[in-house]
């Protein structure tokens, strides 16, 4: 079975500072995708970024980028120019590649709370 | 964006009671749905799979007699809480899968059962 784990609980990070978040996931497939989700206090969980595991160049969106190192298994999240609307719970997330229903499940971490401070 | 909706927000109940919540893809149609249970300051921990047309796939631990899953239609699943009790309370969130590699999420629904 995946798993993904967050070893950061929490992280704080100055607005218009950068700040990582850490994501290292156990799987023995060779295809599958990897996911940031935010989920803000209105815990509507949103799709920051994704990361396919084929592609060899890191995935971004504006200020956010991953690096993605699939033989360490790892994926963290880079956040460039945090912005106070960036505080959150992110959560990094698995999914396999593999064409069935139940194998579209997401596997999740335990998120890492993040607040932007001024 | 897709949209997927969820109905109610938020529910306070009788314990014994059933309650059924109800995930909606409102612009595409969705064969899979799935359901999450979210304890306070947890993870998203998958209840089900949900397959229009066929029965629901439970994750292990799950009781399938006590968490009802029902997906009638492309736009719709339903999970129906029977015979609930307090430590059925938690945050509810199901995922409408629009094509193999995007799942949207809706606003989730809070269960209080006292």
Redesign the interface.
Known sequence: AQTVTQSQPEMSVQEAETVTLSCTYDTSESDYYLFWYKQPPSRQMILVIRQEAYKQQNATENRFSVNFQKAAKSFSLKISDSQLGDAAMYFCAYRSDRNTGTASKLTFGTGTRLQVTL | GAVVSQHPSWVICKSGTSVKIECRSLDFQA??M?WYR?FPK?????MA?S?EGSKA?YEQGVEKDKFLINHASLTLSTLTVTSAHPEDSS?Y?C?A?RT??T?Y?G??TRLTVL
């Open positions: 064969t899979t799935f979210q947890q993870s998203l921990m998958l799979t397959n796939t945050f969130i995922s899968r193999q590699n799942q999420f606003p989730g």
